[in-house]
């Protein structure tokens, strides 16, 4: 499993949050929700921006993993953005 996909499922778990109410909550199947965790199907940037709000974790960790994102931080970091 991909660390994004692992990061997903650990923040829905951290808000105590199964597939059925987080798939509800932004409006999509709870098999697509399982389909996104286990990395088969990616999102549209809505459905991850709604799931992201939700869980309180960046968009970016939704298509990202966590060293993409890290050097994406450091690059705007870099050129002063």
Known sequence: MHARREELIA?????????????????ISRAFLANIERGEHDPSLKVAQLISKKLGISTDSIFFESDVRNANILERKIKGA
Do not use: D, P, Y
């Open 11 to 27: 923040a829905r778990k951290k808000k105590k949050l199964t597939q059925n109410e987080l798939s509800e909550s932004v409006g």
